[in-house]
């Protein structure tokens, strides 16, 4: 008898073990997933996938500012997408032929020689400002124009373009697409990359990124920018709800905030040595102003109005010196 109580008690013994550790673990369990929860929310709230989208390989100053505070501050991934080869910029080149030891803006060797040096000097800047990963679509750069025909007709393969890019988008799962504002007046390349991203964007089905056209601007601009759409060009169309989302250069920061983030856009101006005019664009521009197209969700404004929220925040701890 005493032998079966002394059974029983082991079994009851072991059964309040098992228990307990069924509890510990549905509390662990727990703890796990909530942790995963806000790790996701955190990456979906927190942590934007932006791929930029752009035409020459010095176009994405447009946005060094707020893609810096992506990719620092909200440990963001940016990517980039760059259609030309850069090719048609030997005209610009003549303070780069000492640095580089070659003629470039003799049209032949400039043609052969720039589109490596151009996207090196892409990459340098972008290593600035945190670009992830980079993808090359080598569409020759033939040569400064505002009309976009020929381009589509027959200088750049656009089936090949929106093919590969609808391709790149998938596999990203990117939230935005970055690209330059298509005015009138702009390089129909610019025009046309972007006309491309929103193209492909809109034949896609499933989740689709947010596009957001650049644009600049100063304080004292006496004229500000008035796009509301390129004529024959639907898809171009602004949304006239949407605020004008913007990103400040100027915010200051660091020792008695004297620095700003126009300091970060010059250093990536600086590395397109190639490209003599863009070092004229150092310290112009104060806002990174982006431009919501019409073919985006209604209710998406919110949540790039939450974004920009968190890119006006600043992240650099204040510190205290002695002198």
């Not at 020459?56 to 501050?73: E, F, M, Q, R, S």
């Not at 004229?223 to 989302?245: D, H, R, V």
Request: proline share 3%; aromatic share 12%; glycine share 6%.
């Amino acid at each position: 008898m005493r032998r079966n109580q002394h059974f029983w008690n082991k079994q009851l013994s072991l059964i309040v073990t098992i228990k307990s550790i069924i509890k510990t673990m549905k509390k662990q369990l727990l703890i796990l997933l909530l942790f995963i929860t806000s790790f996701a929310f955190a990456q979906s709230s927190e942590a934007p996938k932006v791929l930029i989208v752009t035409a020459h390989p010095d176009d994405d100053a447009a946005c060094a500012g707020t893609v810096y505070k992506i990719t620092h501050d909200l440990k963001g991934k940016v990517d980039l997408l760059l259609i030309t080869n850069g090719e048609g910029g030997y005209k610009y080149s003549t303070l780069a032929e000492d640095y580089y030891g070659i003629e470039l803006t003799e049209e032949a060797l400039g043609r052969e020689y720039l589109p490596a040096i151009r996207k090196k000097e892409l990459m340098a800047g972008g290593k600035i400002v945190g670009v992830r990963n980079y993808f090359f679509l080598d569409q020759k750069d033939n040569k400064y124009t505002l009309d976009m025909t020929d381009i589509v007709a027959s200088v750049w393969d656009t089936s090949y373009i929106k093919k590969r890019m609808s391709r790149i988008i998938k596999d990203g799962g990117y939230d935005y697409i970055f690209c330059l504002l298509p005015v009138p007046q702009t390089h129909a390349h610019h025009k046309t990359a972007s006309l491309m991203a929103l193209v492909t964007v809109s034949e896609m089905n499933g989740k689709k990124p947010i596009v957001l056209g650049m644009s600049s601007s100063s304080k004292n601009d006496t004229a500000k920018t008035n796009f509301k759409i390129l004529e024959g060009y639907p898809l171009t169309k602004i949304n006239s709800s949407a605020p004008l989302f913007s990103f400040d250069r100027t915010q200051p920061f660091g020792f008695k905030n004297v620095l700003n983030y126009k300091i970060i856009v010059n250093w990536l101006i600086a590395e397109h040595k190639s490209q003599g005019t863009m070092q004229l664009l150092m310290n112009q521009g104060d806002y990174e102003n982006f431009w919501y197209f019409d073919i985006n969700p209604k209710d998406k404004i919110s949540e790039v109005q939450d974004l920009f929220n968190k890119l006006s925040v600043n992240h650099f701890k204040k510190k205290a010196y002695n002198e």
